[in-house]
């Protein structure tokens, strides 16, 4: 079921936003070269706990997940790219890193993630990256009371192909409110004018996410960390968007 939040509940939306937001800055302030994720995920961990706030995934068990996630923190690494599962791994330099964080403050969530290259920049790394996130920033545009869900999905989809990249249409945003994942599914790609009519209250998590060379993907045994099939290193960018009556507001902006 597609729910619309009042005014006032997108309001209420709004400190999830910003402690996802704080969260995500937080993250990329400390990975660095020699910083394991395990260390990572006690950040986020020790930063749930201090603000009062709820892990979306220490507990989250979809059908693909071979357990409960156990962590509160996605660390997606190289040829990893989405719901990496942190383990006993130090960062070296040249890594390309996502963190994806997923919090409820007073019962609302928001879902925010973010790449970046540890150490040394990479410049194909680097374009990867840059072409995601502007594959997020075209489909957050698009985000509009009267467009339609298509239009959103082929804003991301034209950056992506204009690039030479491939698409995935097996993991995409999704909707949030008192749960992370709820309906609809926001494909990566698509076909604009297209679907659902957007109207004032849908919120949304929009999430470009991005494989050098390929759109194949397979998991590891864990059941979570996907990676790509080919050995390609991947990118994965994420906001939490709100539809008004006007401009878009993204409520993990971090900013």
């Known amino acids: 079921m597609i729910e619309l939040r009042t ?40 930063m749930i706990k201090d603000a009062g706030a709820e892990s979306c995934y220490i507990d989250y068990h979809p059908s693909f997940g071979a ?52 150490g040394t920049p990479n410049e194909k790394d680097q374009w990867l990256i840059d072409v995601t996130q502007r594959a997020l920033d075209a ?20 950056v992506a192909r204009g690039e030479g990249l491939k698409v995935n249409l097996q993991f995409g945003g999704h909707g949030v409110g008192r749960t992370m994942h709820g309906e609809p599914h926001v494909a990566n790609d698509g076909r604009a004018g297209r679907g659902l009519k957007l109207r004032p209250g849908l919120v949304i ?21 996907i990676r ?4 390609s290193r991947g990118a994965h960018v994420e906001h939490t968007v709100a539809i008004t009556d006007g401009d878009p507001i993204v409520l993990t902006a971090r900013d």
């Open 7 to 46: 005014p006032t509940q997108i309001e209420q939306m709004r400190p999830a936003g910003r402690f996802v937001a704080s969260v995500i800055k937080a993250l990329a302030e400390k990975a660095d070269v020699g910083v394991n994720l395990l260390e990572l995920d006690e950040l986020a961990h020790r």
């Open 67 to 118: 357990s409960p996630f156990g962590k509160v923190l996605c660390t997606s690494v190289n040829d990893a790219v989405l719901h990496g599962l942190p383990f006993d791994y130090t960062l070296a330099d040249g890594d390309l890193l996502s963190v994806d964080f997923a919090a409820a403050v007073d019962g609302w969530v928001a879902d925010s993630a973010l790449s970046m290259i540890v």
């Open 139 to 158: 489909g957050i545009d698009a985000a509009r009371a009267g467009n339609r869900l298509g239009d959103i999905s082929a804003a991301i989809g034209e």
């Open 205 to 225: 998590a929009i999430e470009p996410w991005f494989l050098h060379t390929t759109d194949e993907i397979v998991f590891d045994p864990d059941g979570w960390t």
């Open 228 to 231: 790509s099939a080919d050995g």
